[in-house]
């Protein structure tokens, strides 16, 4: 078990489990799992409340957010410490269709930012429409785009070897939306984040979507057949 990842054990657990089996989310959004979360989200389903109070949240609040990032930034600058980079690395852990992203890449770009976005995903697929898809839409401003296909682990390693090799530190800021927190075991939250942390840098930020507790009525209402699950 030493030298498999932090996902293939997570398979290796939910299907040995002696009780409810399960497996990984990430392992839910290939091409097919992609195209139905985006019908959910993109669809007028009301029973598909996630994405709707989400999204609002995200406009309600993002621009105070980037203020205090972007000031955190200064001030990092102005103490003396060794020069900080202008540039903010975003970084999205399963970008799925990009709106939830957008908004919190106009809010850096309305702040004269400069920003390099890094996708995360398993699915080559998604990367590469999700790739194109900003490109179209940010490539004349300040903006650039990189991806790291895989799960998120040897994903998070990899961009954490990219931020060691810079010639100066720079800001990164983690998105995990839409309640993928909710997916993993309890127990194996805290070490995914403290396995965000270790490899994003001095001064990191994270921006967690999580839904409270719902009825199991609710969710089947939100993913079953009335949010257009089949």
Not at 2 to 21: A, I, M, Y
Not at 195 to 218: C, P, W, Y
Request: proline residues 1%; contains cysteine.
């Amino acid at each position: 078990m030493e030298c498999l990842s932090f996902l293939q054990k997570q398979v290796v657990r939910g299907l040995t489990s002696k009780f409810e089996k399960w497996i990984p989310l990430e392992y839910l959004y290939d091409k097919l799992g992609s195209q139905f979360y985006e019908g959910l989200s993109e669809g007028k389903e009301v029973s598909y409340y996630l994405y709707r109070i989400e999204t609002q949240l995200l406009r309600d609040n993002i621009d105070a957010a980037v203020r205090e990032i972007l000031h955190a930034i200064a001030e990092t600058g102005n103490n003396g410490a060794e020069e900080v980079a202008q540039t903010i690395n975003l970084v999205d852990l399963g970008a799925g269709n990009s709106s939830k992203t957008c908004i919190i890449i106009d809010a850096f770009l309305k702040q004269n930012a400069n920003v390099h976005m890094y996708t995360l995903d398993i699915s080559h697929d998604a990367l590469d429409d999700g790739k194109a898809y900003l490109l179209n839409k940010y490539g004349d401003k300040n903006f650039q785009i990189s991806t790291i296909q895989g799960e998120y682990s040897s994903c998070l390693e990899e961009y954490g070897r990219i931020v060691s090799a810079m010639s100066r530190p720079v800001m990164s800021l983690v998105m995990f939306l839409g309640s993928s927190l909710g997916g993993l075991k309890y127990r194996d939250q805290g070490e995914f984040i403290s396995r965000v942390f270790h490899n994003i840098g001095t001064g990191g930020r994270m921006l967690i979507g999580a839904d409270k507790t719902q009825s199991e009525n609710r969710l089947l209402e939100a993913y079953g057949e009335k949010g257009g699950g089949g």
